[in-house]
């Protein structure tokens, strides 16, 4: 505990999980990832073809930064795309998540599927998409890396 008597807890969702659709779209969630995101979540939308799982606090801090956001277009559009998408999430009794149709039908997701932490939220692609994505990214990450750590200079 912190000096002001509250406790600081540092989310950080990692890690790749391979796991398959139920036939009635439920997918199951590994414990250790259940326990971080806590009981109520959001599922929406994700960018590339995939979903996004967010924990409740991670959400809220989304929304306050869109109202932070000028009323742009691309604000308005981007809102929408993630918005209307959206969805409250709890677990059932055997740490499954019901993925609504057309959330399945977004990320093309039919049986195979890949979980994967993204230090603040989920994500989950279709385990083709997954394999596209890395394959024809992975020559390029060390060059990403580099971008995005590289000391900047004057």
Request: aromatic share 10%; proline share 4%.
């Amino acid at each position: 505990m912190g000096r002001s008597g509250y406790k600081w807890v540092i989310l950080m969702l990692l890690g790749e999980y391979h796991h398959n659709l139920d036939e009635k779209g439920r997918l199951i969630i590994p414990s250790k990832i259940r326990d971080e995101l806590g009981d109520n979540f959001i599922l929406t939308r994700g960018l590339d073809k995939c979903l996004s799982v967010y924990p409740r606090e991670e959400w809220n801090n989304i929304i306050n930064k869109y109202k932070e956001l000028p009323n742009t277009k691309d604000a308005r559009n981007f809102m929408r795309f993630l918005l209307s998408g959206a969805t409250e999430c709890t677990f059932d009794k055997q740490g499954r998540i019901n993925l609504p149709s057309p959330l399945m039908r977004y990320a093309d997701l039919e049986h195979e599927c890949v979980v994967i932490g993204v230090n603040d939220h989920l994500e989950i692609w279709s385990n083709d998409n997954w394999e596209d994505f890395v394959d024809g990214n992975e020559s390029e990450f060390s060059d990403i890396a580099e971008h995005l750590f590289a000391p900047i200079t004057d």
